[in-house]
């Protein structure tokens, strides 16, 4: 079983729906990450929460707003998307410190979102 | 600027055979990290390995090893008697030493296919 565990694993939605991903790990990790992939292509970096704040936005459009309640927890707050933002959104966390270069990342399962 | 390509885009090979992926990398940094990640078909993307540009030492770990040679700005990775579930995609990825947190650059990823 993976140690990122996301929710829901497929969400299709209409465009003026408003719904949430969410994100939960209990490794003890103090960064958490957002990804985006569209198929058959790499994966895109988000958002980046460091220690519960927000420390890299990579000019996400408004319409997705992240938030980082607690350590454990990581959401993706979705509204007014379009059709082009259906993907797979990965949920990514890491132990937050840089003392020992850069952190590995350890991934979830990913939730496939599908916008009508 | 920094790049990474792997310019086998799909695999297939029969069950037992070895296979090579090949990863190519850029950077002007003289310091960074090489990583793997596989993807199966569930979507979770599975670190394999983390290797720093001081130690150019070949890694195996079972059926795996990794060639890293700073010269040719190569890190390829070899699945030696490959079976159907070693099936998957495989990201090659680079990061600064800093660690730019979650900021892996990723190769466009092989797609393995292993036929029984």
């Known amino acids: 079983d993976t140690e990122v565990t996301q929710t829901p694993k497929h969400l299709v939605m209409g465009m003026t729906n408003k719904k949430s991903l969410k994100c939960e790990q209990h490794?003890?990790?103090?960064?958490m990450y957002w990804y985006k992939q569209k198929a058959k292509k790499p994966p895109e970096l988000m958002f980046v929460y460091s220690y519960e704040k927000l420390s890299i936005n990579e000019s996400v459009p408004s319409r997705f707003s992240p938030e980082c309640p607690n350590s454990s927890l990581l959401n993706l707050h979705l509204h007014a998307l379009q059709p082009e933002d259906s993907a797979l959104y990965l949920c990514?966390?890491?132990?937050?410190?840089?003392?020992?270069?850069?952190?590995?990342?350890?991934f979830g399962a990913g939730s496939r979102l599908t916008v009508l | 600027a920094q790049k990474v390509t792997q310019a086998q885009t799909e695999i297939s090979v029969v069950e037992k055979e070895d296979v090579t992926l090949d990863c190519v990398y850029e950077?002007?940094?003289?310091?960074?990290?090489l990583f793997w990640y596989k993807q199966p078909p569930s979507g979770e993307l599975v670190f394999l390995i983390r290797r720093n540009s001081f130690d150019e030492q070949n890694e195996i770990s079972g059926r795996y090893s990794w060639n890293f040679q700073k010269s040719t700005s190569s890190f390829n990775f070899t699945i030696t008697a490959s079976q159907v579930v070693d099936s998957a995609v495989y990201f090659c990825?680079?990061?600064?030493?800093?660690?730019?947190?979650?900021?892996?650059?990723f190769g466009k990823g092989t797609k393995l296919s292993v036929k029984p």
């Open positions: 990825a680079l990061s600064d030493y800093g660690g730019s947190q979650g900021n892996l650059i």
């Open positions: 990514a966390s890491s132990q937050g410190n840089r003392a020992s270069g850069a952190n590995v990342l350890t």
């Open positions: 950077t002007r940094d003289t310091t960074y990290y």
């Open positions: 490794m003890g990790h103090r960064a």
